[in-house]
């Protein structure tokens, strides 16, 4: 029945409820971010059901990029981005500072929307993902951002939003062909000498160091004070050698719509677009399954989509699943099939999420 459906899942919108109802719920997993936990907010749907207006809100036709005029519209993503700076701003000075990188997933290829060429123009440029001997996903020669406030990080995924691949359907106009995966990571600058005595055991501070580097953005190496003679004095290494840095990652991810080839009526082209969205996402419902099932594999190498949010779904990131889905009869099909990848979502247990601990710089919480 519709109520033993429901009770599955932690919260069910109507249609009338507003985008601000829908961010209320979403906004404490942001303080999350810096208590040292990743996390991961993505939306499932068929094609049309709303995943792009509730991850992004309204999007001005044309060049596809979202409207910030009407603030009370605004999707998670342009939200969470303003709720972290806002966290961020109650912090002591310097000690955090956010990058931000944009992909889409394309026909199983990933695509960097943030890359330039050699005259500055950004275009979507291939990159592969890999896995790290420490078993975690990573995209070499992936672009980052630094950036210093939520209207800086609207206009770079604004940028990237331009060039994803989308292609009208019968379900959809402006149906997106891509999943989009944007990601924020936020870097805390840890000083003093007791960063590997801090932690909860002895494992995880082993781990952290690591992890941890003392590099720094350009914006902020440029901003650092040098002595007259332009070399650094042993008080500003002695300081140097003992920052250390702990990185906690926010990533956002538009799906691309499951769709029936009959309904949506696509050829050529996009019939070819429309196979690999759908292997890809029923990929990552094979992952959830696994999870859920306690396999001893998980198939994260069957879809480079998977295999990106490798980290997100089978990592240490809290995950929230967004579950579009159509109100007509017509669509019940497909609705049935979102709550069932819903309800394999919410069968996943985990246990206890890691924490990437770091030493206190504020009382402020």
């Known amino acids: 029945s519709s109520v033993n459906c429901c009770a599955l899942f932690l919260r069910v919108y109507n249609d009338a409820e507003s985008q601000d109802a829908v961010f209320a719920d979403v ?5 999350s971010l810096l208590d040292g936990y990743n996390v991961c907010i993505m939306a499932y749907g068929q094609t049309g059901s709303g995943k792009t207006y509730t991850m992004l809100g309204p999007q001005l036709q044309g060049n596809f990029a979202f409207s910030v005029e009407d603030e009370s519209e605004l999707g998670i993503i342009p939200r969470a981005t303003q709720e972290v700076f806002r966290l961020i701003s109650e912090k002591p000075p310097g000690s955090y500072w956010v990058e931000v990188s944009v992909v889409e997933v394309y026909n199983n290829e990933i695509f960097d929307l943030l890359a330039k060429d050699s005259y500055g123009k950004v275009l979507g440029i291939k ?17 980052h951002e630094t950036v210093e406030n939520a209207s800086e990080f609207l206009h770079l995924v604004n940028k990237g939003l331009q060039l994803r691949v989308r292609h009208p359907t019968l379900v959809h106009a402006h149906s997106s062909r891509s999943h989009l995966v944007v990601t924020l990571t936020i870097t805390t600058v840890v000083f003093g000498d007791s960063f590997g005595t ?11 160091n690591k992890e941890v580097s003392c590099t720094f953005p350009q914006k902020m190496r440029d901003n650092k004070s040098t002595s007259s003679s332009g070399a650094s004095s042993p008080v500003q290494l002695e300081a140097a050698e003992k920052m250390k840095q702990v990185k906690t990652r926010l990533q956002l991810v538009d799906l691309a719509g499951s769709e029936c080839v009959g309904m949506s009526g696509v050829t ?59 109100p007509g009869q017509k669509y019940l099909t497909e609705s049935m099939q979102s709550l069932g990848f819903g309800t394999r979502a919410r069968q996943v247990q985990r246990g206890q999420v890691k924490k990437k601990n770091y030493p206190v710089l504020s009382k402020a919480k």
Request: proline share 3%; with cysteine.
């Open 268 to 326: 050529g082209a996009a019939l070819r677009e429309t196979s690999f969205i759908n292997r890809s996402l029923s990929a990552l419902a094979d992952v959830l399954g696994a999870i859920a099932e306690q396999r001893s594999h998980v198939p994260y190498r069957n879809s480079k989509l998977t295999h990106l949010l490798q980290d997100s779904v089978g990592g240490d990131a809290k995950l929230l699943v967004m579950l579009c889905i159509s």
């Open 127 to 143: 990159r592969d993902v890999v896995t790290t001997r420490e078993g975690k996903s990573d995209v070499p020669l992936l672009t």
């Open 27 to 31: 906004a404490p997993l942001l303080t």
């Open 198 to 208: 801090l932690w909860e055991n002895e494992e995880t501070s082993q781990r952290l």
